[in-house]
């Protein structure tokens, strides 16, 4: 039987719609939410991302703040930025998109962010209330995820789920997601012997390593729910994901596709944080 394509593209519809009514009733209140972008450097990913961002908030009714700073720009020049961004009342959500030129401290700037405007996530405070189960910005790729699974019908407790790739960004907060949802979790990465036996043996398996067609369907056991969070270009410039999805459509119970996955999920995760940013500084619900 063939796989359930789980679209990333109606599900995030959905939760933008949630986050307009909301972002509504919050200028109803007082003023609309607001989100800065920060984005240095010319990278092309980067570029579409953010203007996907821009793009969510105008529909969601959230203010968006662009900052394009050059890729020489210097490191005090981003931080200066961010603790005004941090000191001015009507922005809510501050982030700094990533990957930075190589002259930048990424861990210097991302812990610059307020704790209380880290719409990403990714600040140590934030990390370590995920991790001890308190209430946080969860990181907007993880939490997508796990969205995606629960609008689809995907459970969680007491299955086994392989995560593949373990970076801060995703592989390690998307484990500590699913164990909190009671899942047995297994982290693979580059050092893991045998990657295949852990994960034939999942009935989640979230990928995010960066290979294109990494996840072949002889690393899948029959009907499992495969999320697919890379996003690699070919040769021909076409989007391709880090699991060979045509194959794993014969194989796996769900799917989700790249473009139109987890990708679009991420922005809608970012939408929801910037919106419960706002009500918190507005005390408002
Ligand atoms: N600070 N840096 C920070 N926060 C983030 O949450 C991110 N991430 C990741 C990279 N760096 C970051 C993103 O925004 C990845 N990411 C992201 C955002 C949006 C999309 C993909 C990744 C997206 O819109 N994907 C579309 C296709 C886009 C295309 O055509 O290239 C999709 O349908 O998957």
Redesign the pocket.
């Known amino acids: 039987m063939a796989a359930t394509v789980i679209s ?2 109606e599900i995030s519809g959905r939760v933008k719609d949630r986050v307009k009514k909301e972002a509504e009733a919050c200028l109803a209140f007082s003023r609309a939410p607001a989100l800065a972008v920060i984005l240095v450097g010319d990278d092309p ?2 570029a ?3 203007k ?2 821009g793009k969510a908030c105008e529909y969601c009714g959230i203010r968006s703040l662009e900052y394009r700073l050059p890729a020489d720009t210097p490191e005090e020049e981003v931080l200066s930025l961010i603790d005004s961004l941090n000191a001015d009342d009507t922005v809510d959500g501050i ?5 930075l030129p190589a002259h930048m401290d990424e861990k210097k700037i ?1 812990n610059a962010i307020s704790p209380d405007k880290d719409v ?1 996530g ?1 600040h140590p405070v934030n990390v370590g209330r995920l991790y001890t189960g308190e209430d946080c910005f969860l ?3 993880p939490a997508g995820i796990l969205r995606l699974l629960d609008e689809s019908g995907v459970s969680l407790a007491g299955k086994r789920a392989a995560v593949v790739g373990r970076s801060n ?2 592989g390690k907060p998307v484990a500590a997601l699913l164990l909190s949802r009671n899942a047995t979790v297994t982290v693979c990465h580059s050092g893991t012997p045998d990657v295949a036996a852990v994960t034939r043996e999942a009935d989640i398996v979230v990928v995010a390593v960066g290979k294109s067609k990494f996840l072949t369907a002889d690393m899948v056991k029959p009907g499992a729910a495969v999320v697919d969070v890379g ?1 690699n ?1 070919d040769k021909d410039g076409k ?1 391709t994901g880090d699991a060979d999805f045509e194959a794993l459509l014969d194989k796996a119970g769900a799917i989700t ?8 999920m ?2 809608a ?2 939408m929801e944080n910037t919106v419960k940013a706002c009500k918190r500084h507005l005390r408002l619900g």
């Open positions: 990333g593209k990913a980067s579409v991302y953010v996907n961002k982030l700094c998109q990533l990957p991302t990403d990714f990181p907007c790729t960004i995703v996003i270009r989007l596709p790249v473009p139109g996955g987890v990708g679009p991420t922005i995760m970012l």
